[in-house]
């Protein structure tokens, strides 16, 4: 039985079971800030449904789910269960309730329950992530060249982004009371840029990406610099690819530090139409 969970009591004592489990324990619920956005301020916002999945009337599964309807997405924030017939249910839940929508699962790369479930789905996945933190940051570093975005360099920033992820340029764009854009810029072109979050304790790189022919060229480490430099002294988190050696090297150079056990996968889905 799935029931929305209403306050945070009902649900503290299993969440918390999961902390340093190698196999369960949840990437998106690591430090206490992502705890109360993810789970604790999640029960109070309309756009986030906190399940708890029940046997009977013992706790089996706590998941969050961020549901944009108009743009029919679904993320998975959280995800807690040590049970196959949680994930089960819950997934049968957003095949009734969600058919036709895009739904993402970031989770723990050890949980091989939700993954064999994920991959009977036919679901995509992209390369496991390795979290880093920032430990004593690398400040002074010579940023010339890179500035803020602003409405001259817009319509370069966006055809050069991503389009491959949630956060594409336009997106960004529109949530700069989230996000500062960091621009590479070389002669009046848009080489390279960085969306970074600015707004938490510990705030987290989403994209940066460098043209292929201006890279090693210093404008990866120019970008990150002035990131870094803007978010001091509050905190700093990111995911890279595990095999993104050139990138690893990069942050490890700028005083950042892996983080063992914190891994993440990310899986795409489609919910099937009924």
């Not at 992820?165 to 840029?193: N, P, S």
Request: proline letters at 4%; glycine letters at 6%; one cysteine or more.
């Amino acid at each position: 039985m799935i029931r929305i969970i209403k306050t945070y009591d009902e649900c503290q004592k299993f969440a918390s079971s999961f902390q340093g489990d190698p196999n369960f324990s949840d990437p998106m619920l690591s430090d206490e800030e992502q705890v109360q956005c993810n789970l604790i301020n999640a029960i109070d916002r309309t756009d986030r449904y906190v399940l708890g999945v029940y046997q009977d009337a013992t706790m089996i599964g706590l998941f969050t789910f961020l549901i944009l309807r108009g743009e029919q997405y679904i993320e998975m924030l959280v995800g807690l269960s040590r049970d196959k017939e949680a994930y089960l249910e819950v997934l049968h839940y957003l095949e009734q309730c969600y058919p036709g929508y895009i739904a993402d699962f970031v989770f723990n790369p050890g949980n091989y329950l939700l993954k064999e479930l994920l991959d009977f789905r036919n679901a995509e996945y992209e390369p496991e992530q390795q979290k880093m933190v920032l430990g004593t940051p690398v400040l002074g570093i010579d940023t010339t060249g890179v500035e803020l975005l602003s409405a001259q360099y817009t319509k370069q920033y966006c055809a050069i982004h991503n389009k491959d992820m949630y956060w594409t340029g336009e997106k960004v764009v529109q949530a700069q009371d989230r996000f500062h854009t960091f621009l590479a810029v070389h002669d009046g072109k848009v080489v390279g840029y960085m969306d970074v979050t600015y707004i938490f304790k510990e705030n987290e790189p989403f994209d940066l990406l460098v043209l292929e022919e201006y890279r090693r060229k210093g404008y990866g480490r120019k970008l990150l610099a002035k990131a870094l430099e803007m978010n001091h002294p509050n905190g700093m988190m990111l995911l890279v690819d595990i095999d993104n050696v050139p990138a690893i090297s990069l942050y490890e150079s700028m005083g950042f530090v892996k983080m063992q056990g914190q891994n993440n996968l990310t899986a795409h889905w489609t919910v099937p139409e009924q």
